[in-house]
């Protein structure tokens, strides 16, 4: 009998970026959803295949694993799914970006426009060192606008952005264009939307 699991020896693999699995074929699309005309980027078939997740995550810390970065942090509530496990294979600390209202301590806070209204994001005003170079990770990014306004926040609190993680990009929404002057790393590149 094998005495190691498989999943560990694969875990436990030299990464490269050619190992990674055809992630797309785990991203499911969901017409009307949350409402008319939206289609929606399920990623949860993803998280619940073990080799497709481990394989993500793996490409993440085969892109960041020799940068410069000191923070890693997550955007309420999906991009959690993915910084969580990024900043414990980088040994680096994990940083909570929240909606309005929700963390308990003095917070910086930034405001966004959506596509109906406006809303804000909020990181705790101890949380980010002067100068400190933080990553941001998110799962998806379409326009852009959720990235923007978490970059500012960052920068408002006086970190340096030395990266923009996301698993998925929806290309044809142009996020990236609003983004520019940042390093941005996103996985699954899909022009259909
Ligand atoms: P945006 O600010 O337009 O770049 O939108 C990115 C944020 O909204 C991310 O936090 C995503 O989780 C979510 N999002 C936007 N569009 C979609 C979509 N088509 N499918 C799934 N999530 C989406």
Redesign the pocket.
Known sequence: MDLIPKAFVLYNQPLSQGDNMKLDQFIRDIPDFPKPG?????ITPLLANPLAFSSAIDSFVNYYRNGHLDIVLG?ES??FLFAAPLSDRLHKPLIPIRKKGKLPFDTHSTNYTLEYGEDSIEVHSDAIKPGQRVLIV??????????AAATRLAEQAGGEIAGIATLVE?TA?R?RQRLRGYDIFTQIKIKR?
């Open positions: 939206i289609v929606f980027k399920d955007i999906r991009g998110d799962d998806l990014l379409a326009t852009g606008g959720t990235m929806l929404l996020g939307i």
